[in-house]
Nanobody
Framework: QVQLVESGGGLVQAGGSLRLSCAASGRTFSSYAMGWFRQAPGKEREFVVA????????YYADSVKGRFAISRDNAKNTVYLQMNSLKPEDTAVYYCAADPRWRRVLTTSPDEYDYWGQGTQVTVSS
């Protein structure tokens, strides 16, 4: 099992940047592919980006490609989401999640992630 805690959210103006962190408990962090999802009020949870166990593979939603960057530090049990050129439509609660299964292709389905953090609010003002 793994416990996840997100941090780094906040209020930023359009065009600004934020860096989210997700700290994981336990000694098996490198056994999990990690994903970031987001959920805006009244909307379903939306896939943002995923990263493989080693960090060698990533997959981005088209809506964030070129603006967001995911990375991980397995020595620190932490995954990061660098968000640049933020837009008001990026406003949401951002969640990190862990997938314990090895997959040939990183999954974008929230149902495939077993562990979730509590979320961190990101608000982008226009």
């Amino acid at each position: 099992q793994v416990q996840l805690v997100e941090s780094g959210g906040g209020l930023v103006q359009a065009g600004g940047s934020l860096r989210l962190s997700c700290a994981a408990s336990g000694r098996t962090f490198s056994s999990y592919a990690m994903g970031w999802f987001r959920q805006a009020p009244g909307k379903e949870r939306e896939f943002v980006v995923a990263i493989s166990r080693s960090g060698g593979r990533t997959y981005y939603a088209d809506s964030v490609k070129g603006r967001f960057a995911i990375s991980r530090d397995n020595a620190k049990n932490t995954v990061y989401l660098q968000m640049n050129s933020l837009k008001p439509e990026d406003t949401a609660v951002y969640y990190c999640a862990a997938d314990p299964r090895w997959r040939r292709v990183l999954t974008t389905s929230p149902d495939e992630y077993d562990y979730w953090g509590q979320g961190t609010q990101v608000t982008v003002s226009s």
